[in-house]
């Protein structure tokens, strides 16, 4: 059956029905309806834990309390609260806890704005707090998306012992669409428990910790993290294209860009414009191979981000200068319609035709 | 200090409950000597951990073990929300006026006139404030179950150290609510005293401001 739910609240759904029994957050808007939401949801559930944290910092903390004692766990923020949590988020992945932490990005810097943004994704790409980490960034675009990734997201977290942030923005937490969600409560299937605290009845005691002061020890755990990334890096790449088959340019954008880009693309393809998209559904990992088997047969990428161009150094660095990258931010909060970026794109599009002749 | 707490869990049958939050600092490498379940907190977090473990198992005896600079400076919200909510974990808080493992630099609980590395002058309350007392403050508030502080200085303290200690810990089981145990703890490094001179100087000094004995207790 489908229903009409936000984004915000299509997440708390989809995070109770994958087994979140624990969130923890403090008020920031664009994403107040998902505590609002998990408050309600959660005293319905056996063993459900609600907390308004006292701080983000005190959140994210809580969340690596609940994790470590066994519990699929998330919050929820946005930008400047996102800041906050990176301590957190770096204790979390250097001591391979799962946890969700879900971003719904607001304009920045500093207090910025409540309106969309897509200004966080250098932070959250790149670990974003201290030490040589990175965390699984997921990014949907729909509401029916933040709900499936929000599954995928508590997966992917406890397969790999992780953080994984889900990437969205004010439009989508707060917009209404309809959604479906699976019929039945999945049961969760912890692969490596073996780090869960329970008190050591019968076993020796668990030790989760990152002080690893023998710098040689230290330096073995950051190549065993590091492995794990590049697991991560060949098995979790997701993608969408878009007429990209026959495209004579490749859009780049993720998100709600990537919706805006796809109007943009439709208008144009009436107008007899080759263009195509790809979609990264991962931030991290990066989309990279796709990137460059698609500038086996075509020369020009044009990325569209609202921020000043962050995903572009991505996109060149998968392209290792074989192809030329064109660029289109809106940063601050602004959302540009498909008709505003199908003239740039346009414009773009026609310069690079008469280049090749 | 931590030979204190591990003989109580001893003693209490506790071991294969226990769960300890260890801090940043010194206190950190606890679980070189304690046989116990631990998680490391960040610097000021460890009632916020505490809290998370605590609520998924109520079942489990939750602990943190934190020092000044941890508890009362970087941790202030954490640990005061923490006791507001009156969550039923317990925390040893470990008061030796200094952060000892930076190298003896000035503590929200360092006296006035103490001298260290970064107040040399000596602690001016103009300039540097007063030092906190936490079982006070914390016993401003409705939630916390029991507040005492103790010290570590002498034989006859360590055994009402031990006994608050128990105390603490029944107080958790029966979920009576929140608890702190606050221990001044001489640290004879960063004091630049010998360790007679430490005891003693809890006694003459330290203890005048940080009077002992139970700060708050509702009925258990």
Not at chain 1, 205 to 230: C, G, M, T
Not at chain 1, 249 to 273: C, D, F, P, Q, S
Not at chain 2, 65 to 90: F, K, M, P, S, V
Request: some cysteine.
């Amino acid at each position: 059956m489908k229903r009409l739910m936000s984004g915000n609240n299509a997440i708390g759904e989809a995070a109770v029905l994958a087994g979140c029994t624990c969130y923890f957050g403090y008020p920031i808007t664009p994403q107040n309806e998902l505590p609002e939401y998990m408050a309600k949801r959660l005293a319905a559930v056996p063993d459900g834990v609600f907390i308004q944290a006292e701080s983000e910092l005190a959140a994210i903390n809580m969340v690596l309390g609940a994790s470590v004692a066994g519990a699929r766990a998330m919050t929820s923020s946005s930008s400047p609260g996102i800041s906050l949590k990176q301590e957190g988020i770096s204790f979390l992945a250097a001591q391979e806890l799962p946890a969700v932490i879900v971003n719904m990005m607001r304009g920045g810097p500093g207090l910025g704005n409540i309106s969309p943004a897509q200004s966080d994704y250098f932070q959250a790409t790149r670990g974003g707090g201290h030490g040589d980490y990175k965390i699984i960034v997921l990014a949907p675009a729909s509401v029916q998306e933040l709900a499936d990734t929000t599954a995928l997201a508590f997966d992917l977290a406890d397969m790999f012992r992780t953080p994984v942030m889900i990437l969205g923005d004010g439009m989508l937490g707060q917009m209404m669409e309809p959604v479906t969600f699976p019929a039945k409560k999945k049961e969760r299937h912890l692969a490596h428990a073996d780090y869960v605290l329970t008190g050591a009845k019968g076993r020796p005691a668990r030790l989760v910790k990152s002080l690893i002061l023998d710098p040689k020890e230290a330096e073995d755990h950051n190549w065993k993290l590091y492995r794990k990334y590049q697991r991560i890096e060949q098995q979790e790449v997701r993608y969408e294209t878009f007429m990209l088959d026959d495209a004579a340019m490749a859009v780049l954008a993720y998100g709600t860009a990537a919706r805006i880009a796809r109007g943009a693309i439709k208008r144009l393809r009436e107008e007899g414009l080759k263009i195509g998209l790809i979609r990264p559904l991962t931030l991290w990992p990066f989309p990279n191979k796709i990137i460059q088997d698609t500038a086996k047969h075509l020369h020009d990428f044009f990325v569209f981000e609202m921020s000043t161009g962050q995903m572009v150094e991505d996109v060149k660095l998968a392209l290792e200068g074989k192809a030329r990258v064109h660029f289109y931010g809106r940063p601050g909060g602004v959302v540009p319609t498909p008709v505003e970026l199908s003239r740039i794109i346009s414009r773009h599009y026609y310069q690079s035709q008469k280049r090749k002749k | 200090m931590k030979k204190v707490y591990a003989e109580v869990l001893d003693e209490m049958d506790l071991r294969e409950k226990a769960i300890c939050v260890p801090p940043a600092g010194c206190a950190v490498l606890a679980y070189d000597y304690i046989d116990i379940d631990m998680v490391e907190a960040p610097h000021g977090r460890g009632a916020a951990v505490a809290t998370g473990i605590k609520r998924v198992r109520p079942e489990n005896l939750v602990f943190s073990y934190q020092g000044d600079g941890d508890l009362a400076a970087i941790g202030t919200a954490e640990t005061l929300h923490a006791a507001n909510r009156g969550e039923q974990i317990t925390i040893f808080f470990v008061n030796n006026a200094v952060y000892g493992m930076t190298g003896g630099q000035m503590a929200p609980t360092s006296l006035l006139g103490q001298k260290t590395t970064t107040s040399p002058a000596g602690r001016d309350p103009g300039r540097e404030g007063y030092p906190i007392k936490v079982c006070e403050v914390l016993a401003q508030l409705g939630a916390p179950a029991y507040l005492e502080r103790v010290a570590v200085n002498k034989p006859a303290a360590i055994r009402n150290t031990k006994k608050a200690i128990a105390k603490a810990f029944q107080y958790q089981l029966r979920k009576t609510g929140f608890s702190l145990v606050e221990i001044l703890s001489p640290c004879p490094t960063n004091w630049k005293l010998n360790s007679v001179e430490s005891c003693a100087w809890i006694d003459d000094v330290m203890s005048k401001v940080f009077p002992l004995g139970v700060i708050k207790e509702t009925t258990c």
